[in-house]
């Protein structure tokens, strides 16, 4: 089965500092996203990402979030000044393919980032 | 627009009972339909899909559901449960295609009692 690496698995940060979650999937997949899952919640789409561009992104994901691929294996997540409402489980998924894809997603464990 | 709505946020089995976890969708195209499990602390494993194949689909863990059109359901059930079956279940919903965007459900919390 496919894996996908998260990191950190969890991160504490004071209100308004920046963090950076990485994901590391399958080198050849070409589709990624991130999810975010409030505790006691659903999972939510935040954003999705394909040949080096946001293809989609939700209302969740506003100018204070950012997605690169720097260098072509990591898939980061990026929240520049982060609030108490951020505090969640984030997700990184991926798929390996296009328009014949069938919408199945393979999960990361997630990170956990705790904002105080 | 698509979406999914999972019936009871919480639902509690007694050991080797039968497990039946509800789900109705919406979509203005044929979906393709899938059941997450998510273990405390930990991700989100796909259980099962519908992909316009069999109605009947069986999954991992001798879990199965049953894509019914004409009640836009995909139910998920198991004949007996085990204890190792507590977790959190989440309906999805998609569209394929290159979006492939996932849409979830609230989630059920299957409680299993010995």
């Known amino acids: 089965e496919p894996e996908v690496t998260q990191t950190p698995s969890h991160q504490v940060t004071q209100m308004g500092q920046e963090v950076i979650l990485r994901c590391v999937p399958i080198?050849?997949?070409?589709?990624f996203y991130w999810y975010r899952q409030i505790l006691g919640q659903k999972v939510e789409f935040l954003v999705s990402?394909?040949?080096?561009?946001?293809?989609?992104k939700s209302e969740i994901f506003d100018d204070q979030f950012s997605v690169e691929r720097p260098d072509g294996s990591n898939f980061t997540l990026k929240i520049r000044s982060t609030k108490l409402e951020d505090s969640a489980m984030y997700f990184c998924?991926?798929?390996?393919?296009?328009?014949?894809?069938?919408?199945?997603?393979?999960f990361g464990e997630g990170s956990r980032l705790t904002v105080l | 627009a698509q979406s999914v709505t999972q019936l009871g946020s919480h639902v509690s089995v007694s050991e080797g009972a039968l497990v039946l976890l509800r789900c109705n969708y919406s979509s203005s195209v044929p979906p393709y339909l899938f059941w997450y499990v998510q273990y405390p602390n930990q991700g989100l494993q796909l259980l099962l899909k519908y992909t316009s194949a069999a109605t009947l689909v069986k999954g991992i863990n001798g879990f199965e559901a049953e894509f019914k059109k004409s009640e836009t359901s995909f139910h998920l059930t198991k004949p007996s449960a085990h204890m190792s079956d507590a977790a959190e279940y989440f309906c999805a919903v998609s569209r394929g295609g290159n979006t492939g965007k996932l849409i979830f459900g609230q989630g059920t919390t299957l409680q299993v009692k010995p």
């Open positions: 998924a991926h798929r390996d393919r296009g328009p014949l894809n069938t919408g199945e997603l393979f």
């Open positions: 990402f394909y040949n080096n561009e946001i293809s989609e």
């Open positions: 080198s050849n997949h070409l589709y």
